[in-house]
């Protein structure tokens, strides 16, 4: 399974793959892919912190 975050929220949930509502806010909104696929942060299973911290910085320069 993949972990997703939510663009309007930044829920991270396991799913499949990604829904059209966070299941948190009952928003639509964008779903990105915040799952590891390297060693460096613990392979698959786990959520890639750095992909996280990117998108939450991009939503900050997007309020701006």
Same mark, same amino acid.
């Given at each position: #399974?993949?972990?997703? #975050? /939510? *663009?309007?929220?930044?829920?991270?949930?396991?799913?499949?793959? $990604?829904?059209?509502?966070? $299941? *948190?806010? +009952?928003?639509?909104? @964008? #779903?990105?892919?915040?799952?590891?696929?390297? $060693?460096? /942060?613990? +392979? $698959?299973?786990?959520?890639?912190?750095?992909?996280? #911290?990117?998108?939450? =910085? @991009?939503?900050? =320069? +997007?309020?701006?």
């Amino acid at each position: #399974m993949e972990h997703w #975050m /939510c *663009s309007h929220c930044n829920h991270i949930h396991e799913a499949d793959a $990604p829904s059209e509502l966070c $299941p *948190s806010c +009952g928003t639509k909104c @964008e #779903m990105y892919d915040v799952s590891c696929y390297i $060693p460096e /942060c613990g +392979g $698959p299973g786990h959520i890639d912190e750095r992909l996280v #911290m990117d998108k939450m =910085k @991009e939503q900050r =320069k +997007g309020q701006l």
